[in-house]
């Protein structure tokens, strides 16, 4: 597929534990059951990053995005975690798997070509991802690639989240991708991502941080990418395109339930 500093001092954070799932494109996210907020654990409960990715392999390029989310889908019936992405402009490529070794993603994706499931593949390495260079450039470096990414899917279509091309890419696959593109493994749906990485105040967002919606009552029922200047950027829904849109006003001002870090 194509897709530590330290800690601000004066974020007002408490901490959550997190969790770790891989490309799950299930049916799943914003159109799922949503829950209520968890209450927040104490400030002295240890605060834990997300896992990084293993080793993926990235296959395909595309004209238009219909074509990579049919690979996509063949992915999946495979029993493939997968996903695609804006390599750059009008190209898509799709990335998937996760592994502990290069050569057990060489093997698997020896299988596919054999199978005829790809054409080519390229085996992406951990040190390919930006997380991998947080160390040296900081996390502001990290918080701007997650932006970037973010940004690259603008206009695209709503095509993601599930099991065909008709289903569309949901607010929280959207965010899944972004991380994961940046090598971290951010769970599959809103209800996990919301659950996982540490609580942030709405006065000390930073880019990068995800911010969650209840759209009825007080549950979670939609997740978008703080861009910064009072933006988001978000999968809007099916028959729409990814886009921005103001964080204080209309229905994102009145629906916003919280915001979570992952860094």
Request: some cysteine.
């Amino acid at each position: 597929m194509a897709f530590a500093g330290a800690l601000a001092p004066f974020r007002k954070r408490s901490h959550l534990f997190t969790g770790v799932v891989i490309l799950t494109l299930l049916v799943a996210g914003c159109g799922h059951p949503a829950i209520r907020p968890p209450a927040t654990p104490s400030a002295a409960v240890e605060k834990l990053a997300l896992k990084s990715l293993g080793y993926t392999i990235q296959a395909g390029a595309f004209a238009n995005a219909e074509n990579a989310a049919r690979l996509t889908n063949s992915l999946q019936e495979k029993g493939l975690v997968a996903t695609y992405f804006v390599a750059r402009r009008g190209l898509y490529k799709v990335r998937f798997g996760n592994f502990p070794t290069k050569e057990q993603a060489h093997i698997r994706a020896e299988d596919l070509l054999k199978a005829g499931i790809i054409a080519e593949f390229y085996i992406v390495n951990p040190e390919e991802y930006p997380v991998a260079r947080r160390g040296e450039l900081g996390e502001a470096y990290l918080r701007e690639e997650l932006v970037r990414t973010a940004r690259s899917f603008l206009g695209v279509p709503y095509l993601w989240g599930g099991t065909s091309t008709e289903t569309g890419f949901d607010c929280s696959g959207l965010t899944m991708t972004v991380y994961q593109l940046n090598g971290l493994d951010l769970p599959r749906t809103s209800r996990e991502q919301f659950a996982t990485g540490n609580p942030v105040d709405r006065s000390s967002l930073e880019k990068g941080d995800l911010i969650f919606f209840a759209g009825g009552g007080n549950k979670v029922s939609h997740v978008g990418i703080y861009a910064g200047n009072g933006e988001i950027i978000h999968a809007a829904g099916k028959g729409k395109r990814i886009r921005t849109d103001p964080l204080a006003k209309g229905y994102f001002g009145r629906t916003y339930i919280g915001a979570r870090s992952y860094l």
